[in-house]
């Protein structure tokens, strides 16, 4: 196994960027998830009152003017400040700055799933009611998926490959794999990649209340989000960004970088049955996990950790731990799983990079972040979700799930470099 590693081109992770309803900064976020904190709270954006549903998780407390212009701020949609932020913050924690990325052989990835909906839906709203010569000049370009990877790009003199992935809660960790893999190759020797997304806009809560699959828990926010939990029903919605900077590993080691991990192993995989179903038999996700366990050259009883996907639904919290079981056969009753979600909702495309960065803090800390409100425990469940509280642990290896609407399967295999 050792041999084959050392085969090929590293890719470690050298800085954190974080843009989280429960904080900005990495910090903040970790401090928040290891204290158990839920940042769902009731929409404050907009009037929700004639809303079936009104809690999510905002980013609250942003101000773009900390992290750009005035000009770019009023030309960019949130879900490209979100990811503007978190790509400044993560440059800054990996002991670079954005002018020493231009002798850099360097490429950005991006997840993101919906864009600038939040503008598209303002621009809309202004066509309609004051007419076409009422419409910024620069909306066709503010709210098209491709502009946080843009700005981000241009920010930091970007001069590889620019890439937007679009595959909905996959999408960051999508884009880790890809990033990954151009590091391997040798293509690029750095990344600046993540995910970002800022869904929390009337049209899109509306039709996310139509379909019925969110958390109805309106009176009591923090509690929605249930994982595992017997009366979990929904999810919750929210945004932010998550970014990372993954290096080759001789390429960080030789400017002396911090290493919080490496990259071992990606896959993706699809369920193939239908846009708004899930595979109950948890096919696809068991292929995803087994097949980045077998690139990282592990086997099952050598992760020490999961971050589950379980963002609180009912049949798609089941079927992943009918996966995990099918995967770890026994062992999958010893090994610790638990999601984040319960304290940070469902923030699509940045939710594996979120799941990723919280494992890799963990095994900084030798702490495993909790499964908050967990009260009830459902039978079909009945795994070890790190109930209520974070544990103590060493982790040296980690397993990251996120599943998407479309059956969209993604895992993600990092350790701990000693």
């Not at 030309?75 to 990325?101: K, S, Y």
């Not at 009753?333 to 984040?340: D, G």
């Amino acid at each position: 196994k050792e041999d084959v590693l050392t085969m090929r081109r590293r890719v470690v992770i050298t800085g954190i960027g974080v843009v989280a309803p429960n904080g900005i900064g990495k910090d903040d976020f970790w401090e928040a998830l290891v204290s158990g904190k839920s940042a769902i709270t009731k929409i404050t954006r907009f009037d929700v009152s004639s809303y079936p549903y009104q809690i999510a998780g905002e980013v609250k407390r942003f101000d773009p003017a900390d992290f750009m212009t005035r000009k770019i701020a009023k030309r960019t949609a949130l879900f490209a400040q979100f990811a503007l932020a978190a790509a400044r913050l993560a440059v800054w924690d990996c002991g670079l700055t954005p002018e020493m990325f231009c002798n850099l052989n360097a490429g950005v990835f991006l997840g993101d799933s919906i864009g600038g909906l939040d503008l598209l839906e303002e621009q809309v709203g202004i066509f309609h009611e004051k007419g076409i010569r009422r419409l910024s000049p620069f909306a066709s370009v503010m709210f098209f998926s491709h502009a946080a990877a843009s700005h981000v790009g241009i920010e930091f003199n970007i001069r590889g490959p620019a890439v937007t992935v679009s595959t909905g809660c996959p999408a960051g960790a999508n884009a880790i794999r890809l990033a990954a893999e151009e590091i391997r190759r040798g293509n690029i020797d750095i990344a600046v990649v993540g995910g970002t997304d800022a869904p929390i806009s009337p049209v899109m809560v509306a039709a996310l209340s139509a379909s019925g699959s969110l958390a109805s828990n309106n009176g009591d926010p923090e509690k929605a989000s249930r994982p595992f939990d017997r009366n979990r029903s929904g999810w919750v919605l929210s945004e932010g960004a998550g970014i990372l900077v993954l290096e080759e590993f001789r390429h960080a080691d030789s400017r002396s970088a911090n290493l919080y991990g490496e990259v071992l192993g990606c896959s993706l995989t699809n369920d193939a049955c239908g846009v708004y179903e899930i595979d109950r038999s948890g096919d696809g996700l068991y292929r995803s996990m087994k097949n980045a366990l077998s690139e990282a050259h592990l086997i099952p009883e050598e992760i020490e950790y999961i971050s589950a996907h379980a963002p609180s639904m009912v049949l798609t919290d089941q079927v992943e731990v009918l996966a995990i079981k099918r995967l770890f056969k026994e062992y999958a009753y010893r090994v610790p799983v638990s999601s984040i979600k319960s304290m940070i909702g469902q923030p699509l495309a940045a939710t594996g990079i979120f799941q990723l960065i919280a494992c890799l803090l963990g095994m900084r800390d030798r702490t495993l972040p909790p499964t908050i409100n967990y009260e009830q425990p459902d039978p079909d469940c009945d795994l070890d979700c790190v109930p209520n509280k974070a544990r103590g642990k060493t982790i040296r290896t980690a397993l990251v799930n996120t599943h998407g609407y479309g059956g969209i399967n993604c895992s993600v295999v990092v350790g701990k470099i000693a």
